[in-house]
């Protein structure tokens, strides 16, 4: 008998009663469907509870990174009890809370894994649910931390000449405010994308959202991110100046994408356009060399040659070597694509020389930098006079340079036309 006839039956009153031992066994049915129900509600609460705590979690995150303490006039405060201050709150960052927040993040999206939701539903709930509230607490120091070594607003870094502070120079503090923000706003946006896929696997009884596909790699991307910044953090809290300047160089030193670009971008260039497929080629040639100047530089203070904690470069310098490969990057992308007009016309090339310009002063400045700033402060090794083979390294690779910048000018401004 299926079910409908059985509700009839029931409705009906017909005279087939069952007897005490069925009626018994039914009861017996009934309940334990109960229970099941009982216990499918319950767990499916928890997992709105366990959404909503991940929703709370990026909500904190969000008002952090939505205030933004600027002011607009800097005063270098390098009295002692705040430099003591900064010091211990920068300690305790680096020794305890990012320690504590990096550990119970990996331990929260390892047991996201939807197969392990869906083998172990009970106890994956119970350990996110303690893990969250782990989390909620270490975000709150993480942001008092924030708020106490900046109490007195964030210094927009600028041309002030700073040169002579150590742990109050600019560039750190405005380093570690930047990289606190961004930690925290990747961070809140992993929460959020936990919670959305939650819903979206069914874990909710209150919201359902169609399956988008796409969930999962964002959260995958902003994790990423954060194990980045839990590595990018300690460096700029603890590490010397020069410590953080390599590792924004480091994409652009070892990856072939730029070249690859290029190459692409030279592809589209008509056959007949000689001139700038010669030039094109010409800034695959300057970027190569860009490189090997951004490995080698970056070489210097390695483990077994450190460097001082500090230098006397002042903030505008120390930004401008940090943002040197990324903005090198972007300035022979738009050369490049400059090349794929039918022709450069006299505007064009104005403006392609002036742009060229711009990346040799980029890397004009940063050798000087290095030169005086950096090599200077180089350990020898063994009796080596480790500063001579740097100094030996910027002549050799500045004629180079020079003369492929030079080179590509002359290119630039020759009278030959390309064909229509």
Not at 171 to 200: D, M, P, Q, T
Not at 260 to 279: A, K, Q, T, W, Y
């Amino acid at each position: 008998m299926d079910d409908t006839n059985a509700d009839k039956i029931s409705d009906t009153g017909s005279d087939h009663a069952s007897d005490a031992g069925s009626e018994r066994t039914t009861d017996s049915s009934s309940e334990g469907e109960d229970q099941l129900e009982r216990l499918i509600r319950e767990l499916q609460e928890e997992d709105d509870v366990v959404i909503q705590g991940f929703s709370g979690l990026f909500n904190k995150c969000k008002a952090f990174e939505d205030h933004e303490p600027m002011r607009a006039h800097p005063t270098f405060n390098q009295e002692s009890p705040y430099i003591d201050q900064m010091k211990f709150i920068s300690n305790n960052l680096y020794s305890s809370v990012l320690p504590q927040l990096e550990e119970q993040f990996k331990a929260i999206f390892t047991l996201l894994d939807p197969s392990e939701n869906r083998r172990k539903p009970g106890s994956q709930r119970k350990q996110i649910l303690e893990i969250q509230s782990r989390l909620d607490h270490t975000v709150d120091q993480t942001i008092s931390a924030h708020n106490s070594l900046f109490s007195k607003g964030v210094i927009s870094p600028d041309q002030t000449n700073d040169h002579l502070l150590k742990e109050t120079k600019n560039y750190r503090l405005y380093g570690i405010h930047s990289l606190i923000k961004r930690l925290l706003s990747n961070l809140g946006y992993s929460f959020c994308a936990s919670s959305v896929l939650l819903i979206e696997l069914g874990f909710s009884i209150t919201r359902s959202i169609t399956c988008s596909g796409s969930t999962r790699e964002s959260l995958l991307v902003a994790t990423s991110q954060c194990e980045k910044l839990f590595k990018t953090v300690p460096v700029w809290l603890k590490g010397s100046e020069w410590d953080t300047l390599p590792d924004n160089w480091q994409y652009w030193a070892h990856t072939a994408s730029l070249d690859n670009r290029l190459r692409s971008i030279g592809s589209d260039i008509p056959p007949l356009h000689e001139r700038n497929i010669s030039l094109v080629t010409l800034l695959i040639t300057i970027s190569k060399l860009s490189k090997i100047f951004l490995c080698k530089i970056s070489k210097i203070g390695t483990s077994d040659l450190p460097l001082p904690h500090f230098t006397e470069m002042s903030t505008h310098q120390l930004q401008e070597l940090y943002h040197l490969a990324p903005r090198a990057h972007v300035n022979l992308v738009s050369l490049a694509l400059m090349l794929t007009e039918d022709q450069l016309n006299e505007a064009l090339t104005k403006q392609f020389v002036a742009k060229i310009q711009v990346l040799l002063s980029y890397f004009q400045s940063a050798s000087l930098d290095i030169a005086f700033y950096v090599i200077p402060l180089i350990p020898d090794k063994d009796d080596f006079r480790v500063q001579n083979e740097y100094k030996a390294f910027l002549a050799t690779w500045n004629s180079l340079w020079l003369t492929a910048i030079q080179n590509a000018i002359k290119l630039a401004r020759s009278t030959s036309i390309n064909a229509a």
